[in-house]
């Protein structure tokens, strides 16, 4: 098997547990381009925790850089440094011939405390990090400087000894406890974290063939984006990215779950539990987590219900505690949106802005910036929610409330048909005047494709032929946002253009129970094969393929996986 190579301008290396990550970094003001070793604990502003540089005498030297997901290599084994992460929270930096140096770099409220031995406690309010750095072998200092601007700046330098070799062991004290006099074997490390990627990699969902290198690469970021229980995150969680977005949002969340739930189920049940973690006493959960923040800025689509139906379906074995536990959140959760979300009073919910939906700025949502739309993805999210909780009701042995959550997703399906199919389309409204809500051609308009077999035929075969329109969203790499006809289209528009992961596996999945399985490959073709050529980006092109925004999100790798394993058909 072939070795995944890691592009640290793309794919952070890290690893499953830890909160560290080490990335190439461009030039930004005040800070210097190179590798940077960052921790994903805090906030956004001070992700970039050290400058890295390796030395020759005490001039810094550029070198090649190699990386796999369990080494990263600056340079070659007679002369160089090589870094791994054998453990959560724990960093091996190991040099021959060269010595190295850290720098931090815009920090504030930081503190050095010697330790016996050539060891030093570095706190940095500012991270929310506490770090033990332990020179193993080689001539080290630790020094508190001003930099330039006249804030304190912590400098490490580690050079090789008489033999020429140099290690240094970096631990989050918060998550590593063993004292470094009780060091493996640097090689018996090394194997350590590589049994543990290649469990992941052999138990992570199969792909075609000609997909091998990609699958792999797919499991590489998911594996390396999941943290350790800290803070406000109470389980082991699978981060959006440990480049930018390393949130958790509440319903990209359910997508990592999907793609895991096969892979290991107690891990998949907290990717989509995680929230019940939050869940208000009005029934709703915050819009995103992370270790030091719970974010309740909107609160993102119902696509639970959809999510966990998949997974029930694919013989997922949750037990009877967690179907529980899911029936009572999402009951909670279903009852709010359709009780605090319907501003007119005519039985159809609505968003009260972009955000809500997850398309942010979707033309859906132009000319009702403010107010609530009535889109039609969100009730047919709804219909497959109370369908879901009709099932949990039935397994549960609740059969009378399975027969109202039933009867409830009739009545809303058909309020929706009467309400917002006008023209041979689904139609985002504005609350109370039904008027169209944007001026554009926007993909989530056809989001209510997700319910598949629950639509009526003619209703789904028009869906299914204004979605292939030759032109409008189907473009080589797959479904654009926005149709590149419209005149609001953007090539780097966010949700105005791009191709995104969550709406293709949505509309792909709906294709697929729809009885539309040929449209249903030949999107996920596409979308697989832009996931081949461009990576695992929060969104693409959707002409050109080129990748956008964040370079490593979870939830593309994620659907990635899912498409390439159930979708495709027959065709490779």
Same mark, same amino acid.
């Given at each position: 098997?072939?070795?995944?190579?890691?592009?640290?301008?793309?794919?952070?290396?890290?690893? #499953? *547990?830890?909160?560290?990550?080490?990335? !190439?970094?461009?030039?930004?003001?005040? /800070?210097?381009? %190179? $590798?940077? =070793? &960052?921790?994903?604990?805090?906030?956004?502003?001070?992700?970039?925790?050290?400058?890295?540089?390796?030395?020759?005498?005490?001039?810094?030297?550029?070198?090649?850089?190699?990386?796999?997901?369990?080494?990263?290599?600056?340079?070659?084994?007679? #002369? *160089?440094?090589?870094?791994?992460?054998? !453990?959560?929270?724990?960093?091996?930096? /190991?040099?021959? %011939? $060269?010595? =190295? &140096?850290?720098?931090?770099?815009?920090?504030?409220?930081?503190?050095?405390?010697?330790?016996?031995?050539?060891?030093?406690?570095?706190?940095?309010?500012?991270?929310?990090?506490?770090?033990?750095?332990?020179?193993?072998?080689?001539?080290?200092?630790?020094?508190?400087?001003?930099?330039?601007?006249?804030?304190?700046?912590?400098?490490?330098?580690?050079?090789?000894?008489?033999?020429?070799?140099?290690?240094?062991?970096?631990?989050?004290?918060?998550?590593?406890?063993?004292?470094?006099?009780?060091?493996?074997?640097?090689?018996?490390?090394?194997?350590?974290?590589?049994?543990?990627?290649?469990?992941?990699?052999?138990?992570?969902?199969?792909?075609?063939?000609?997909?091998?290198?990609?699958?792999?690469?797919?499991?590489?970021?998911?594996?390396?984006?999941?943290?350790?229980?800290?803070?406000?995150?109470?389980?082991?969680?699978?981060?959006?990215?440990?480049?930018?977005?390393?949130?958790?949002?509440?319903?990209?969340?359910?997508?990592?779950?999907?793609?895991?739930?096969?892979?290991?189920?107690?891990?998949?049940?907290?990717?989509?539990?995680?929230?019940?973690?939050?869940?208000?006493?009005?029934?709703?959960?915050?819009?995103?987590?992370?270790?030091?923040?719970?974010?309740?800025?909107?609160?993102?689509?119902?696509?639970?219900?959809?999510?966990?139906?998949?997974?029930?379906?694919?013989?997922?074995?949750?037990?009877?505690?967690?179907?529980?536990?899911?029936?009572?959140?999402?009951?909670?959760?279903?009852?709010?949106?359709?009780?605090?979300?319907?501003?007119?009073?005519?039985?159809?919910?609505?968003?009260?802005?972009?955000?809500?939906?997850?398309?942010?700025?979707?033309?859906?949502?132009?000319?009702?910036?403010?107010?609530?739309?009535?889109?039609?993805?969100?009730?047919?999210?709804?219909?497959?929610?109370?369908?879901?909780?009709?099932?949990?009701?039935?397994?549960?042995?609740?059969?009378?409330?399975?027969?109202?959550?039933?009867?409830?997703?009739?009545?809303?399906?058909?309020?929706?048909?009467?309400?917002?199919?006008?023209?041979?389309?689904?139609?985002?409204?504005?609350?109370?005047?039904?008027?169209?809500?944007?001026?554009?051609?926007?993909?989530?308009?056809?989001?209510?494709?997700?319910?598949?077999?629950?639509?009526?035929?003619?209703?789904?075969?028009?869906?299914?032929?204004?979605?292939?329109?030759?032109?409008?969203?189907?473009?080589?790499?797959?479904?654009?946002?926005?149709?590149?006809?419209?005149?609001?289209?953007?090539?780097?528009?966010?949700?105005?253009?791009?191709?995104?992961?969550?709406?293709?596996?949505?509309?792909?999945?709906?294709?697929?129970?729809?009885?539309?399985?040929?449209?249903?490959?030949?999107?996920?073709?596409?979308?697989?094969?832009?996931?081949?050529?461009?990576?695992?980006?929060?969104?693409?092109?959707?002409?050109?393929?080129?990748?956008?925004?964040?370079?490593?999100?979870?939830?593309?790798?994620?659907?990635?996986?899912?498409?390439?394993?159930?979708?495709?058909?027959?065709?490779?």
């Amino acid at each position: 098997m072939s070795q995944t190579v890691v592009d640290l301008r793309r794919e952070p290396f890290s690893r #499953r *547990g830890t909160w560290w990550s080490i990335a !190439r970094l461009t030039a930004y003001p005040g /800070r210097p381009a %190179g $590798l940077f =070793l &960052r921790t994903h604990h805090a906030n956004e502003v001070s992700r970039d925790l050290m400058h890295l540089e390796t030395l020759n005498g005490d001039e810094p030297v550029e070198l090649a850089c190699q990386a796999t997901p369990t080494r990263l290599r600056l340079g070659t084994a007679a #002369r *160089g440094l090589d870094i791994c992460m054998p !453990r959560p929270g724990r960093i091996r930096l /190991r040099g021959t %011939g $060269l010595g =190295l &140096r850290l720098t931090t770099w815009r920090q504030h409220w930081e503190m050095l405390i010697p330790q016996s031995g050539a060891a030093w406690i570095l706190r940095l309010g500012s991270h929310n990090l506490s770090a033990t750095l332990t020179a193993v072998t080689g001539q080290a200092t630790a020094v508190m400087q001003p930099d330039e601007a006249g804030k304190r700046q912590f400098r490490f330098t580690l050079r090789p000894a008489a033999d020429g070799s140099c290690e240094l062991v970096i631990d989050d004290t918060r998550m590593v406890e063993d004292p470094v006099c009780a060091l493996p074997a640097w090689a018996d490390d090394l194997a350590t974290v590589e049994a543990e990627w290649r469990h992941w990699l052999d138990r992570a969902l199969p792909a075609p063939a000609s997909l091998a290198a990609t699958r792999a690469k797919a499991a590489y970021v998911g594996w390396s984006a999941i943290v350790a229980p800290s803070g406000a995150i109470l389980r082991e969680a699978m981060l959006m990215s440990k480049n930018y977005m390393d949130h958790v949002w509440s319903w990209d969340h359910c997508f990592n779950a999907m793609a895991t739930a096969t892979q290991d189920v107690d891990l998949a049940w907290d990717q989509f539990a995680m929230f019940f973690d939050h869940q208000a006493p009005d029934g709703s959960w915050p819009d995103s987590i992370r270790d030091n923040t719970v974010c309740w800025l909107a609160w993102k689509p119902p696509i639970h219900g959809w999510a966990l139906a998949w997974m029930l379906r694919r013989g997922v074995r949750f037990d009877r505690t967690r179907l529980a536990q899911a029936y009572a959140a999402l009951s909670r959760q279903a009852e709010l949106w359709l009780a605090r979300r319907d501003g007119d009073d005519d039985g159809i919910p609505g968003y009260h802005c972009g955000a809500d939906s997850g398309w942010d700025n979707g033309t859906s949502f132009d000319t009702s910036p403010t107010g609530e739309v009535e889109s039609p993805d969100l009730s047919a999210y709804l219909i497959l929610q109370l369908d879901t909780l009709a099932d949990l009701a039935r397994r549960l042995g609740h059969p009378a409330a399975a027969r109202r959550w039933r009867q409830r997703a009739d009545d809303l399906l058909a309020a929706l048909i009467a309400h917002s199919w006008r023209d041979d389309r689904f139609v985002a409204l504005q609350s109370g005047a039904h008027q169209p809500s944007g001026p554009g051609d926007c993909l989530l308009d056809y989001v209510p494709l997700v319910l598949g077999e629950r639509l009526p035929r003619p209703i789904f075969r028009r869906l299914a032929t204004g979605l292939a329109t030759p032109g409008r969203f189907l473009t080589r790499w797959g479904l654009a946002t926005e149709s590149p006809r419209s005149p609001l289209y953007k090539s780097d528009g966010y949700w105005r253009g791009p191709i995104w992961a969550p709406s293709t596996m949505l509309i792909v999945d709906g294709l697929h129970r729809g009885g539309a399985k040929l449209l249903a490959a030949n999107i996920a073709q596409r979308f697989c094969r832009l996931c081949r050529r461009s990576g695992f980006a929060e969104n693409f092109d959707a002409v050109s393929g080129a990748p956008l925004r964040d370079q490593a999100y979870t939830w593309t790798s994620s659907v990635f996986q899912l498409l390439a394993n159930g979708y495709l058909g027959t065709r490779r």
